[in-house]
C-alpha cells in the first residue's frame, strides 16, 4: 500500500513539474526566404500545417490588411501589427502556436466590427471578438486559448477576404 502511495506521489509531482507551455511550432515564412515563389507557396503551406506560428499569422494578417507582405524580422512584424492595430498583447512568440483568440482580435479589427454589447462598451478583447465572429458566422465555436490550425486559419482568411470585399457584417454560411 505504501508503495502504491509513492507511486502516485511520484506521478503527481511529474505532471506538476512539467507545467502547461504552448506548441512550438516553425515559422513557414523563415524557410520561403529568397523563393521567387514565396507568396504562393507560403499560403499553400499554411493550410497545410497542424498548427500555425503567431509569426506566420501576424504576417498573413497584415498582408491582408495592407495589400502587401510586410517587411522585417519578428520585431519589426510585431510592431507593424502593433501599430495597425491587430494586435492585442504587448509580446507575442515568434514560434509558439496562435491562437483563436490572437486571430480573432485581429479579424475583428481589420473589419471593424463594433461587436455586441460588451463589446463596444468595454472594448474588444480576444474572447469577446471570437464570440462575435462565432455569432457571425465566420468562425467555428472555439475557446480563446485554443490553437488554429493551418486550414482553420486558411478558411478564416478566405472569409474574411470575402468580407472585406462585400462591404458588409452580415453573417456568412461556413
Known sequence: MNTFRNLIMVLIVLILAT???????????LDLIGNENADFLFWDQLANEVVISNE???????????GEPP????VAIQSAARDEGIL??????SDEAATWGTVAYAVV?????????MMRRFGPNPR?????LY???????????????GL?????VDMLDSQRSQGDESPIEL
Do not use: H
Open 19 to 29: 507545467g502547461c507551455e504552448s506548441s512550438k511550432t516553425k515559422v513557414i515564412r
Open 56 to 66: 506566420d499569422v501576424l504576417y498573413a494578417l497584415l498582408e491582408i490588411k495592407s
Open 71 to 74: 517587411i522585417g524580422d519578428w
Open 88 to 93: 492585442y498583447c504587448n509580446e507575442l512568440i
Open 109 to 117: 479589427e481589420i473589419l471593424d466590427i463594433e461587436g455586441g454589447f
Open 128 to 132: 469577446w471578438c471570437l464570440n462575435e
Open 135 to 149: 455569432y457571425l458566422g465566420l468562425t467555428p465555436k472555439r475557446t480563446q486559448n485554443e490553437a488554429i490550425r
Open 152 to 156: 482553420e486559419f486558411a478558411t478564416v
